[in-house]
């Protein structure tokens, strides 16, 4: 995947989970109701690649003193 700036990537996130938050909401125009299921888990896949990566906390490897 291309690396996009993180403001995208949550614009992008938040916009899916918008979208795939309601089942009676607009998404209930795109998809069929036997569909549903398998839509939300694609998107929610598609979220959590988009979803910008959290800061990892900072281990330092060595003991190194000064």
Same mark, same amino acid.
């Given at each position: ?12 996130? $938040?916009? =899916?989970? &918008?979208?795939?938050?309601?089942? #009676?909401? *607009? ?5 069929? @109701? ?6 939300? $888990?694609? =998107?929610? &896949?598609?979220?959590?690649?988009? #979803?910008? *990566? ?5 281990? @330092? ?6």
């Amino acid at each position: 995947m291309p690396a996009f700036p993180d403001d995208l990537r949550t614009l992008a996130d $938040a916009a =899916l989970a &918008r979208a795939i938050s309601d089942e #009676a909401g *607009p998404a209930s125009n795109w998809v069929n @109701p036997e569909d549903w299921k398998q839509w939300q $888990a694609n =998107l929610n &896949r598609l979220r959590a690649v988009l #979803a910008p *990566p959290s800061p990892s906390p900072s281990i @330092p490897l060595f003991g190194v003193e000064q």
